[in-house]
């Protein structure tokens, strides 16, 4: 090789090393024929990495700020005292004795409330997230055992706690519906899901079951759940200069600034909501009566207001996942094709909301057959509204179908793997739509490798350990890919070559805050440390809920909209002396701290020499995301595939869950480390949510029963095993960086993993929820 | 009277009814210990008393007139984390971080009973020295929540804190 060869090769290679390292800018849309985002071909960057939760030193010292923790001078503590009925009027309120007991500042109740405006139920418009249709402390009704009936607020909380206690309460009272029973006579409504009902009719789904060879027909039943984040729900919050600011545990500041400036009648820019850490979300820290009742007594008293629920009181003011009766049929071949899919059934609902828990969403999507039924209806309690709760639908949905799925593996002596793999869809079963991504079959195979699935007997009650018997069972897990419009971006480039990234984001563990600083980095051609992320303020442009594991895919497009918006200023900004002079947004990426032409490496320039020339200290772009258009183009969803392995006492009807793998399809992986955590997060409520979690409710009077974490049972360390966790990272092309959330999907599945595990263990099919001993002796 | 928060000296309240926990959270405005339940089920409140390890919750402050306190915001030394927690950090021992200080206290109290040969219902021969298994680990923890699901990380971190200390 002649010298000049070898320069020639040496040029080449920083070409392609420093080609390697650029990315161009992703597009600005996920349609048909779109370019997928350029991220997802870059494989040795910081995506993907195991990296540590860059909040963590503060988390682990106790120094990251929670809602509840904000001090303010002269702030009082709030206590609220709760309704004992379901239904009726308050005939009389003694508030006296509470008002003259040593600290009191104010005893508020509906007769001293100041007027205010109900607030915007969630779902009645993009920023509604009202957690009823009910007027909040506005007059002597009640509309569930446990609805707040006054606020005191007091100079401390033992002084607010104490006058509480004092308060008493006459009821006239009203018929209530109370009990399942009831509910189902008075008659079910069809139930609707974000404007559309739920209900798919494909064929005549009863007929070809009833004329299909082999049929499971089962009724399977869920109760209700709480949520139980740790932290309690609390805010600390402060009329300043006629405006609100609310320091709160939130998963929708936005929405929530908007629905409260509703209610007291304020511009919206004048109520500001923060929420920098929220102890666990799950569904669970939305807007309910607390945040409106501290804010409306804080206003009456004319002093900052702490509110933190007691662990009751998230209890009686903070619903839960309600309960589900559903009925699955299938009707199948000899060979395992489905002909018939069933699933129906009916889930509890307040009159007050809007919450029927879609069981039927992940069947839709699931399997093949010929001929489909699924509805969900509702019917109507008087209780406290229920709400989304960690995979709303798909958790429990999947306990149902996936139960029967094994039933009916069991009914034609078929694997039950194999039999979900031959009813593996070509497109979207009910819908028609192409998927944009699924690797099922593959995460089936690669977890059935890995958990020793081969060494499972199909006959039930053959493997014993003394006391014991263990089993293995298996289900399918499955959550949609979503994306809300709304979100927005603010990039922020300093001449220092710092980024300041702020989305009106949540971080309540998933890890957002951290991803958010290595895709934004990633795109922006900078170290980790040079990228600052902002969230949870309502002041930041855009509403980007913590919800519908929405929330990655929704900061991924607006960071891309904001990012391609920044290109665009600093190539005006660097002018015809640049290196870049005439270049377009399109024609560069972004490395090392500035702008490079794509197929001219050469020809690059700093931010630092551009802000410099331009004499500028910073550059702003903010931009909305692109619409989320991908989703009327593709059926768009995660899956995995969930192995359990359980030992059942047979003396004490004891079941412990041994093993656990949860074997993930769902796009690209952004954090190996933090992703890891939320699969298994989920899960574990998922073993919850199979083997201890109840809401009890007293049918008689509609009063939860249990309101407190030593009679809500949820797994303790010792009920937790190791639980493997093994993705196929395969990117899906219509997404920004091939990602999916993964805040929900861990928990789908896991019930039916845990009840077929159980059945291969004992022989014994348990079809209600949760499987405690009793039904297993 | 007077109490030693993270070795500062503090005046006791004056109300009888106060919890260590609110003294620490409301009038020390040391967050840093958590409230989860207040009823001494979620063990979020944990901190360490003279080396041992109570839930602050169920303390009345006064009751610990003249004992020292050791805070999850005590634990740093110089600006340098405490192993454990450098080893939460690395294994993911958290989520969201709400029951994280009260299971660092929790964890750094529970190797000390077990140093001194307290027993748990795991434990199988009550006269050898314990050995802190991962079956251990997990029983002597089992009074500290987590709703994030973060178990595997935290006995992960723990593990690696005991298996350090028998190695020094
Ligand atoms: S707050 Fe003390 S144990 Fe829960
Ligand atoms: S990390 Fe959230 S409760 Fe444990």
């Given amino acids: ?777 | 009277m007077s109490i030693s928060i993270n070795g500062a000296l503090a005046e006791l309240p004056q109300d009888p009814r106060v919890s260590l926990l609110d003294f620490l959270r409301e009038d020390l405005h040391l967050a840093g210990t958590k409230k989860g339940c207040n009823q001494g089920a979620c063990g979020a409140c944990t901190v360490l008393v003279d080396g041992e390890r109570i839930l602050s919750c169920l303390a009345l402050a006064v009751q610990y007139d003249g004992r020292a306190v050791t805070t999850i915001e005590g634990l740093a030394e110089g600006g340098v984390l405490h192993p454990l927690q450098q080893a939460f950090i690395e294994h993911d021992g958290f989520q969201c971080g709400y029951c994280t200080p009260g299971q660092i206290c929790s964890a750094i109290g529970m190797a000390t009973e077990a140093r001194r040969g307290a027993a748990s219902h795991v434990t199988a021969d009550l006269t050898a020295a314990v050995t802190l298994s991962r079956e251990e680990l997990q029983e002597r923890m089992s009074g500290n929540l987590c709703r994030c699901g973060a178990h595997n990380g935290i006995i992960d971190a723990i593990g690696e804190m005991v298996a350090a200390e028998l190695a020094a």
């Fill in chain 1, 1 to 777: 090789m002649s010298i000049l060869d070898a320069a020639k090769g040496a040029a080449q290679a920083t070409i392609q090393a420093a080609m390697g390292k650029l990315v161009p800018l992703a597009p600005d849309s996920w349609i048909p024929g779109g370019i997928p985002d350029p991220l997802i071909r870059r494989q040795h960057g910081v995506i993907g990495a195991a990296l540590s939760r860059l909040d963590g030193p503060l988390k682990v010292q106790g120094a990251a700020r929670f809602a509840a923790e904000f001090p303010l001078d002269d702030m009082v503590y709030a206590a609220l005292a709760y309704a004992t009925i379901p239904r009726g009027r308050i005939a009389g309120l003694d508030v006296a004795a509470a008002e003259a007991a040593p600290g009191v500042v104010l005893v508020m109740t509906h007769h001293n409330a100041p007027r205010m405006n109900q607030p915007a139920v969630f779902g009645s418009s993009p920023e509604a997230a009202g957690p009823a249709d009910l007027p909040i402390m506005q007059d002597d009704r009640i509309h569930w055992n446990g609805q707040p009936i006054a606020v005191v607020l007091a100079e401390t909380q033992e002084q607010a706690d104490h006058a509480v206690s004092l308060i008493g309460a006459t009821y006239a009272p009203e018929p209530a519906t109370t009990s399942l029973a009831a509910a189902k006579a008075a008659g079910p409504q069809p139930g609707l899901f974000m404007g559309q009902p739920l209900r798919n009719e494909i064929g005549d789904a009863e007929a070809m079951l009833a004329a299909a060879p082999h049929r499971v027909d089962q009724l399977y039943r869920t109760p209700r759940h709480n949520h139980n984040a740790i932290e309690l729900h609390g805010a600390t919050i402060a009329w300043i200069d006629g405006g609100l600011v609310v320091h709160d545990a939130s998963q929708l500041v936005s929405a929530e600034a908007a629905t409260l400036a509703g209610v007291f009648d304020l511009d919206v820019a004048q109520v500001r909501v923060t929420s920098p850490y929220v102890g666990g979300g799950f569904g669970g820290k939305c807007l309910w009566d607390h945040q409106i009742l501290g804010a409306a007594a804080a206003r009456l008293a004319a002093r900052p207001v702490r509110i933190v629920l007691s662990r009751e009181g998230v209890y009686r003011g903070v619903g839960g996942r309600t309960l589900t009766e559903q009925r699955v049929a299938i009707g199948a071949e000899a060979d395992g094709r489905f002909r018939a899919l069933i699933h129906s059934g009916i889930a509890a609902m307040s009159p007050h909301n809007n919450m029927p828990e879609p069981f039927i969403l992940g069947t839709r999507s699931g399997y093949a057959a010929d001929s489909f039924s699924l509805s969900v209806e509702t019917v109507t309690m008087n209780m406290l509204a229920n709400t989304f709760m960690r995979a709303p639908g798909e958790s429990v949905g999947t306990f149902a179908l996936e139960s029967a799925i094994d039933e009916m593996a069991v009914e034609l002596g078929i694997d039950p793997i194999a039999l979900r793999i031959r009813n593996e869809p070509d497109k979207d079963p009910t819908s028609g739509l192409p998927f944009s991504s699924r690797d099922i079959v593959e995460a089936w195979r690669a977890g059935a490798d890995r958990f020793g699935w081969a060494q499972r007997s199909a006959t039930p009650g053959t493997r014993r350990e003394g006391e014991w018997l263990i089993g293995m069972g298996c289900a399918t897990a499955t959550y949609p890919y979503y994306r809300m419009p709304g979100a927005a971006a603010r990039i922020t480039l300093g001449r220092d070559g710092k980024a300041v990234v702020e989305v009106a984001a949540h971080e309540m563990g998933m890890g957002t805050a951290t991803t958010t600083t290595m895709v934004a980095a990633e795109r922006l051609g900078l170290p980790i440390d040079a990228v600052e992320v902002r969230y949870g303020d309502s002041i930041i442009p855009g509403a980007i809920l913590a919800g519908g594991s929405q929330q990655t895919a929704a900061i991924g497009a607006a960071v891309i909209a904001a990012h391609r918006a920044l290109v665009a200023d600093l190539l005006k900004l660097a002018g015809n002396d640049s290196p870049l002079a005439g270049l377009s947004a399109d024609e560069v990426g972004c490395e090392d701290g500035g702008l490079v032409k794509l197929d001219e490496p050469t020809r690059r320039e700093s931010y630092a020499s551009i802000l410099d020339r331009a004499q500028r200290e910073t550059v702003v772009a903010a931009e909305e995301a692109s619409p989320p258009l991908e989703l009327m183009h593709w059926s768009m969803h995660s899956h995995g595939a969930m192995f359990c392995e359980v030992r059942v006492n047979t003396v004490t009807g004891e079941t412990r869950v041994s093993r656990f793998l949860g074997s993930f399809d769902c796009g690209r992986i952004l954090n190996a480390k933090t992703a890891r955590s939320q699969f298994r997060g989920g899960i574990i409520m998922g073993l919850g949510m199979a083997l201890m979690e109840e809401t009890q409710f007293d049918e008689r009077n509609g009063r939860i029963m249990n309101p407190s974490l030593s009679e809500y049972h949820i797994p303790v360390h010792r009920d937790v095993p190791e639980i493997d966790v093994i993705w196929t990272d395969i990117a899906d092309p219509h997404t920004p960086m091939g990602a999916h959330g993964i805040g929900e999907i861990g928990i789908t599945g896991v019930a039916a993993a845990v009840a077929n595990a159980v059945y291969n263990a004992t022989g014994k099919r348990i079809r209600d929820l949760p499987i405690t001993l009793d039904k297993l002796l």
